[in-house]
């Protein structure tokens, strides 16, 4: 099985038969390397976490640049793309403990919740939204007509024997119950310099053998900056050594 991040939330999981995408996005900076949206083309199904910018966006352009694959997410994203022209005959309404099997894979919906975004993250931005202000104006009309509305999934994916749990934001569902012991662990690590404590607690409990995280590059500024893993890293190596901690290089397929 090969997992391969495109940037921000966006991975690809493929198991030699079927291909999964979940969270395509193409990313709005011009400095970093990007997958086009016809990249994105070719996969058997399409999987959203939340209805935010960066992980909806693309999907209407994805739509028209593969017009057969279906598209997955919760009601919320889904009146979202509807609104923005993707036909809802394509969209399949998801809710948590949800059970989808495409090809081999078994694909389990989970309650999540979004991480809050902590002040020192905002600060740190503050000076690029003065000075890209029209585009800070842009993606904060944008980010209020794509509401999560509450509706964060996490998924447990499953193929080959192999489970995946992954994550488009990071933070726990109170009274949630989650896989433990997983092959890989994809942690977004974006919107908070706190994820190694927010995180801790998890690894703790659920023990996956390895950790990707993903979510930290500077995708859509202003709003966004690159977010060091370093300090995670040293989190999750220090108290589980046990544990691969993995930080992928974009477009780079590694091999489960």
């Known amino acids: ?24 996005f193409v990313r709005m900076n011009k400095r970093i390397e990007t997958t086009p949206v016809e990249g994105f083309a070719g996969f058997d199904a399409v999987f959203v976490t939340h209805g935010h910018l960066d992980h909806i966006y693309s999907l209407p352009a994805l739509a028209e640049a593969d017009t057969r694959v279906p598209f997955y997410c919760t009601e919320t994203p889904k009146k979202t793309l509807v609104g923005r022209g993707l036909p809802a005959e394509r969209i399949h309404t998801i809710r948590p403990d949800d059970v989808i099997r495409v090809g081999a894979f078994t694909v389990r919906v989970r309650r999540f919740r979004h991480i809050v975004f902590d002040p020192i993250y905002i600060l740190s931005v503050v000076p690029k ?55 890989l662990f994809i942690l977004a690590n974006g919107g908070s310099v706190f994820v190694p404590e927010k995180v801790k607690g998890f690894i703790d409990k659920y023990t996956p053998k390895r950790i990707l995280v993903d979510h ?41």
């Not at 590059?217 to 690159?226: E, G, I, L, S, Y």
Request: net charge negative.
């Open 1 to 24: 099985m090969k997992i391969t991040w495109y940037g921000t939330a966006t991975i690809g999981i493929d198991d030699g038969t079927t291909k999964l995408l979940f969270d395509p």
């Open 129 to 183: 939204c003065v000075v890209m202000f029209p585009r800070l104006f842009w993606q904060a009309y944008m980010n209020y007509k794509m509401p999560e509305g509450g509706e964060i999934v996490a998924y447990e994916i499953e193929a080959e024997d192999k489970k995946i749990f992954l994550t488009g934001s990071f933070r726990e569902y109170p009274g949630e119950v989650y896989p433990k012991d997983v092959d």
């Open 216 to 256: 930290f590059d500077n995708a859509f500024p202003p709003v966004t900056r690159t977010v060091s893993v370093k300090r995670l890293q040293k989190t999750v190596v220090g108290n589980h050594p046990e544990i691969e901690f993995i930080v992928p290089e974009v477009c780079k397929p590694m091999e489960l």
